[in-house]
């Protein structure tokens, strides 16, 4: 049966033609014969009290040694096997102690200065945010950290999570403020419960003190890479801002902005950790590669779902990013099918349920599919770069996180 690295490095183009489901099953089929010794129930092995798993390959598949595998690799028939639905409880498991320090110290962290944010604190961490990025920070800080022999994640690797998502939960309410929404994971806003200052206060603080963490660390590099992702931030803000409702924007516009509002910030998660493992230049390269496909793969699915999904599963208004001028993916496919989509969009849906018959326009014109192939490829390149680390829970957890994504839109 064909290894993980087989399936990956088959030299899938940003334009390649993928079938529905095809790419999926590849992957979970390769993740599956490639750490067949680390099911679920073996996530323990690693836990942090006991000696770390270090498992390589007792043969170096020919694709790691000479790069793109030659021809295209046969699919796996997995219609025999039963279809486990992926669950981030699962996927955290090996990290689960971890991600509950992260939450304690969190609140303590923006309500130890200033009690007037203690509410809003609790709030903003308290509205059942997946943590996927700082879980991602220590999968990859205990997948590198077995490279080299470290036997427990240092203060560091501890450090950069909290700061991973003290920047990305600032950027939320910001962006909030910013979108005007008055619901974010199901709940109420900031904004919305304390007012427009407390919201805006509230984010800049925790800006603030994630920097003076981040100076604290002491490491140009770190500090360079995840300063530029704040910056990052504002460039995807003013860049989506100056493109609503703009039926000319493309393909690479719209992942350039991605990019800069969603996968920076993993990508700099996953890299920033392997800085501190003190793996090889090599290995945080891929790793910063890992976190940027992972990244756009998942905003490529959150604008499939904001298509797809009820007000109540997305807990927040269906359809919302294209009523508010902000075309994503699954419309600018379907532009280019579609002439009436366009003039509809320009209006600005001035007209009663316009914004109805774009959202059909959409789905009857292949933008649905056209972004599915785009958020599986996507998937591809992440799984791939993650195979210049030793098997491990922590690998598989990695690279099931990639299957979780695609899960959604199933």
């Not at 509002?261 to 996953?270: C, Q, R």
Request: net charge negative; with cysteine.
């Amino acid at each position: 049966m064909p290894t993980v690295l087989d399936l990956v490095a088959c030299g899938c183009s940003s334009n390649a033609s993928i079938e529905k489901n095809s790419v999926k099953n590849q992957i979970k089929g390769a993740s599956r014969s490639a750490n067949k010794d680390y099911g679920r129930r073996k996530l323990l092995c690693c836990r942090r009290d006991m000696a770390p798993c270090r498992v390589f390959p007792t043969k170096t598949p020919d694709t790691l040694l000479n790069g793109i595998a030659q021809g295209s690799p046969p699919a796996l028939d997995l219609k025999n096997e039963p279809d486990k639905t992926i669950s981030l409880a699962n996927l955290f498991e090996a990290v689960a102690e971890d991600l509950q320090t992260l939450n304690q110290n969190l609140r303590l962290i923006v309500g130890a200065e200033n009690p007037v944010l203690m509410s809003a604190a609790e709030q903003i961490f308290g509205a059942g945010g997946k943590r996927m990025r700082p879980a991602l920070v220590f999968l990859v800080s205990r997948a590198t950290a077995e490279i080299v022999g470290l036997k427990e994640l240092t203060t560091k690797h501890r450090r950069l999570a909290e700061i991973i998502e003290m920047i990305h939960t600032a950027s939320l309410i910001h962006d909030d403020v910013l979108d005007d929404s008055d619901i974010r994971r199901g709940k109420e806003t900031v904004h919305q419960l304390y007012g427009m200052r407390v919201a805006v206060l509230a984010g800049d603080f925790m800006f603030a003190q994630s920097s003076w963490y981040l100076a604290n660390l002491e490491n140009l590099e770190v500090i360079k890479l995840i300063s530029q992702v704040i910056k990052d931030f504002a460039s995807g803000e003013i860049k989506q801002a100056s493109g609503l409702f703009d039926c000319d924007v493309d393909l690479e516009e719209y992942l350039t902005k991605s990019y800069y509002k969603t996968a920076s910030l993993v990508a700099a998660s996953t890299k920033g950790a392997a800085i501190f493992s003190g793996v090889d230049s090599s290995i945080t390269e891929q790793m910063y590669e890992y976190g940027k496909n992972l990244g756009l793969s998942f905003q490529i699915v959150d604008d499939i779902l904001d298509f797809t999904q009820s007000a109540e599963q997305l807990g927040k208004p269906a359809g919302s990013d294209l009523a508010k001028g902000n075309l994503t993916a699954p419309v600018i496919f379907a532009l280019q099918k579609e002439p009436k989509l366009r003039e509809i969009i320009e209006s600005e849906f001035c007209e009663i349920g316009s914004i109805d018959e774009a959202i059909e326009l959409v789905k009857k014109n292949g933008g649905i599919e056209r972004a599915q192939e785009l958020a599986k490829e996507k998937a591809i390149l992440a799984i791939q770069n993650v195979q210049c680390l030793p098997r491990s829970a922590f690998r598989l957890a990695l690279e099931e996180m990639v299957l979780y994504n695609l899960e959604r839109i199933d």
